[in-house]
């Protein structure tokens, strides 16, 4: 979820600069088959071999149906993907899901596109076929108004399947495609009849597919028109012919066509750029040329050399740059699995998955080290972008989950992701690696206590009670009083939340010295005098309640930590509230709006803006108010559970709206709540900043 607004209305479908060629009638069958209103064929497999284009073409179709699909267009990209039931996951973080639901995920998902008209793009399907089939049959089921646009290598085999197979480009198309991307290396190269007949015979050797036309194209780089078709005609044309008579006179499988591209294109590289081709073919997502230096350094590739073969590779389009941050880097699905069967070939593959694993686990250390300071907003926003391959390392360390690395690894990404919105891939890895026994320390207090806060978030109290009894026994095992603090924030959490006050502030109130280091423990004491604030309040003590809340707040200012200041911004605004000033709400929820929006944490989004709403109903403006009803509401359905199931929220939320009904009338009530949640995620919050800062 960014901060940016979403101009282009719900979804995630990315921007391409780059000039679509061709593929006209690709296109009219696709837009033919979903019809003009969404209500046509609901499955969609766009099936061919790697590099024919299914990505773009599904890309590009897909932005010609948006204005179909009220609820968005979703892409999930799964090249990165393994069996092992992370699909779903994948799909709720593309939906920009919060969910924090406790049952199962596919349950989840299913319940929240129910009532939605969405497209979801699903790229890549073939690394995991068997759990695409499963999910997409769930989600068709149960919704309606769904539909989606897969891309595969084959079919997903599903009932009312529609297939189209995706053909290399015909002359015409394969030759513009070509002339474009040679344009982008060479500028000022002339094309002449002569010229042409060799782009034409290009184009004619590589089968019309685009990756490898894009691939020669950049060899111009190299070598000019001439030289490239005669190499081409002479190695890559032969290789063909002999694969060719191989088939007693049928034409070569164009994946062979591809493949021996990419492997004339690894033929022409330098020693080290093929080393470090396949050595990056390791990382999952995108990466920065740091990263690949501390993965990819050694042996005959020193690290101060790195940068500089990334670079040959860049331009040889074999490594990508990333559209829209130019200090990342990209392999394509096709080229990283031809780095990795190099990998295997060389024999480095366990030690550079290794040395990958070890770069994340200290990206993750560093990060819960460095959590509670003015960078927790740079973490958080790392630990996005980063997302990918940080869930890679941690399925590599949980393979041998009675390892030290399982542990901290774990723990450390499970604290992350709580804290960045992401609570389901936290109790995934977290439930996987506290499974086995460890023995008592830091890593597990960490672990422990990162499972109490996902159970928090989800309102499981009796799990949140269990995992918060088994970290206080671990904090005391360590002797160190500030983990034993930090556990105090699960057991006085559970207190509060049952509604036993004397008892929570009992547990979590302590002396002031909330930041006792920046780590996550000094973020866990912070979380401490919250549950102070909070506890206070409900037992309607407003003064003690400010007065913990202004401590919190200096302490959070003081280390520029925002987490915990947004929701003690949001108390203080619904203190403000239920005293009649409304002025001091607003002001106070923009502030939590802001610093909730900063870490994507969905949940304190949602409850700010039942604050915001609380304030306006009171003594604001009611059709303002109605409209952030709706767009909190719409947020809540991020969460998988209205105002957290809490009766005592849900029947606020109740009056508020009859009171709105009640001043605006039930018609303009009800077109101020529909705009609100007609509103995108970040045009809604928008919306409300900019009328709360008014």
């Known amino acids: 979820m960014s901060g940016k607004k979403d101009v282009r209305g719900p979804g995630n479908l990315p921007s391409d600069a780059r000039v679509f060629i061709g593929r006209r009638d690709e296109l009219a069958w696709i837009a033919g088959e979903f019809g003009t209103d969404g209500g046509g064929a609901r499955l969609l497999t766009l099936v061919g071999v790697g590099g024919v284009g299914k990505t773009r073409l599904a890309l590009r179709a897909a932005e010609a149906a948006r204005e179909a699909f009220p609820d968005g267009v979703w892409v999930v990209e799964l090249s990165w993907l393994r069996p092992g039931g992370q699909l779903p996951l994948a799909v709720m973080e593309a939906l920009r899901l919060a969910d924090q639901t406790a049952g199962s995920v596919i349950e989840a998902l299913c319940l929240w596109a129910g009532d939605k008209r969405l497209l979801l793009v699903l790229d890549s399907c073939e690394h995991v076929l068997p759990d695409c089939a499963a999910l997409v049959a769930d989600l068709l089921a149960a919704a309606p108004g769904l539909r989606i646009l897969a891309t ?14 995706v053909e290399p480009l015909p002359v015409s198309e394969a030759d513009a495609l070509f002339v474009q991307r040679a344009a982008a290396v060479d500028p000022a190269l002339a094309l002449d009849d002569t010229a042409r007949e060799r782009v034409a015979d290009i184009c004619r050797i590589l089968d019309g597919i685009p990756l490898a036309i894009e691939l020669a194209a950049a060899r111009l780089a190299l070598y000019p028109l001439e030289k490239l078709h005669e190499l081409l005609a002479d190695h890559l044309g032969s290789r063909l012919d002999i694969l060719a008579a191989d088939q007693e006179g049928e034409g070569p499988p164009r994946h062979w066509t591809l493949r021996t591209t990419i492997g004339w294109s690894h033929e022409l590289c330098a020693p080290l750029e093929r080393l470090l081709w396949a050595r990056l073919s390791v990382f999952a997502g995108t990466f920065t040329t740091g990263a690949a230096t501390s993965v990819c350094a050694g042996g005959p590739l020193p690290a101060d050399r790195v940068a500089g073969v990334l670079l040959r590779l860049v331009r ?33 593959e366990e030690a550079v998955r ?15 080290a460095d959590w509670n300071t003015s960078r927790q907003v740079a973490w958080c926003e790392r630990v996005l972008i980063e997302h990918a391959d940080l869930r890679a ?5 949980l393979a041998e989950p009675g390892g030290g690395a399982a542990l901290e690894l774990a723990g450390c990404a499970g604290f992350l992701w709580r804290n960045c919105g992401m609570p389901r891939d936290a109790q995934w890895c977290l439930d996987r690696v506290l499974a086995e026994q460890h023995e008592p320390g830091p890593d597990l207090v960490l672990a422990l206590w990162s499972r109490g806060a996902v159970a928090m978030n989800q309102g499981d109290l009796e799990v949140m009670q269990a995992w918060g009894e088994r970290c206080v026994d671990a904090a005391r095992a360590t002797g160190d009083p500030a983990m034993i603090r930090a556990a105090a924030y699960l057991t006085g959490g559970y207190l509060a939340l049952v509604g036993r006050m004397p008892e929570a502030l009992e547990t979590l109130a302590a002396d002031s010295r909330l930041l006792i280091g920046m780590d996550w423990r000094g973020s866990a004491l912070v979380m401490n005098s919250l549950g102070v604030v909070y506890s206070h309040m409900y037992a309607g003590e407003f003064d003690k309640a400010r007065e913990a809340a202004r401590v ?29 000033d409304t002025d001091a709400a607003r002001r106070n929820c ?3 709006l802001t610093g909730h929006r900063l870490l994507h944490n969905t949940f304190g989004l949602a409850f700010t803006l039942d604050i915001l709403a609380e304030a306006e109903t009171a003594g604001g403006d009611g059709r303002f108010a109605a409209r952030v009803q709706g767009v909190g509401q719409r947020i809540w359905e991020l ?9 005592q929220q849900l029947a606020a939320r109740r009056t508020r709206e009859h009171t709105l009904r009640t001043r605006l009338g039930d018609e303009t009530y009800e077109q101020a709540y529909a705009e609100g949640t007609a509103m995108s995620y970040d045009e809604g919050l928008d919306y409300a900043l900019g009328e709360a800062g008014a």
Do not use: K, N
């Open 639 to 647: 969460l998988g559970r209205a105002q957290m199931d809490s009766p």
């Open 393 to 397: 390392a941690v399925d590599c360390a």
């Open 316 to 348: 040889q389009s074999i490594v990508l740059r990333h559209p829209t941050d130019p200090e990342r880097f990209r392999l394509l699905d096709t080229v990283r699995e031809y780095g990795a069967d190099w990998l295997r070939e060389l024999g480095e």
């Open 552 to 580: 919190t707040r200096t302490s959070s200012v003081r280390c520029g930590e925002r987490w915990s200041r947004s929701f003690v911004d949001a108390i203080v605004a619904q203190m403000d509230a239920m005293s009649g």
């Open 354 to 368: 290794l040395r990958h694993r070890d770069h994340y686990r200290h990206f993750a250390r560093e990060a819960c």
């Open 152 to 165: 595969s290598r084959e079919r997903l085999g599903l009932p009312g399947e529609r297939m189209l197979e």
């Open 590 to 592: 923009r502030a939590a």
